[in-house]
């Protein structure tokens, strides 16, 4: 055989070998957002997957320096960090980031904080989306809202609410719970109520981050106003996306 030939052959045999558990990693981030569909549309993997948009794409709501920061800075921080206490504690990475965080009672508060922190800011990203202001929920997600809820206004204001009372740092939820029904919730730091340890717990169909990193170079201390402004970005098809998938 060709010199070449062979050293092409050993180098993908190398690469197959090494790439194994990255490329585990790699295939259930397609199947989690990329491919949306395959399973339920709520997998999540341990690597950061790229912004679906811009940094600009959010304005004038959420600035561009404000989601640079953001995404480059502390969410992948807490990609990176959440590496570091998957190897260290010996994680299985080919499961879902979902099957890890509802044993979290497990780990290390290290995995705690950055496995919340990663999944936390990937559904974050994907909750919100350019243009987006004069949307509202539509078909059964709407009726769920109306039934839970009383009406989208009566959901908006007890959303906000939760989001606003949040002391400290923290998150503000809208979840399935395991008897089927939507409620609003809301955590501390990075945890999030796929956690064994939640107080109230579900699947997050919507993601609001209050800590002050996402809003304070724009907003100072106006909490509300962020709230405010954050509900012209949301991606309510996707938000629906999830709530049909459960
Ligand atoms: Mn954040």
Known sequence: ??????????????????????????????????????????????????????YAALEPFIDAATMELHYS?????????????VVAENINTQQLLEAALATTSKYSTKFRNNGGGHYNHELFWRCMKPGAAAA???????????????????????????????????????IISADKKLKISSTANQDNPLMD??????????????????????????RPEYIENWFKTVNWEFVAQRFSGI
């Open 73 to 85: 800075k502390h969410a992948a921080a807490y990609a990176k960090n959440l590496k570091e206490a």
């Open 197 to 222: 340890i939640a107080e109230v717990k579900g699947t997050p169909i919507l993601a609001l981050d209050v800590w002050e990193h996402a809003y304070y170079l724009k907003y100072q201390n106006r």
């Open 136 to 174: 509202k929920p539509e078909g059964a997600l709407a009726k769920a809202i109306d039934n839970s809820f009383n009406s989208f206004e009566a959901f908006k204001t007890q959303f906000a609410d939760a989001a606003k009372s949040r002391f400290g740092s923290g998150w503000a939820w809208l």
């Open 1 to 54: 055989m060709p010199a070449s030939n062979h050293s092409r052959r050993k180098f993908i045999k190398q690469t197959t070998q090494t790439g194994l558990l990255v490329a585990g990693a790699g295939a259930l981030h397609l199947n989690a957002w990329a491919l949306g569909g395959i399973a339920n549309n709520l997998q999540t993997g341990f690597d950061q997957t790229p912004l679906p948009y811009a």
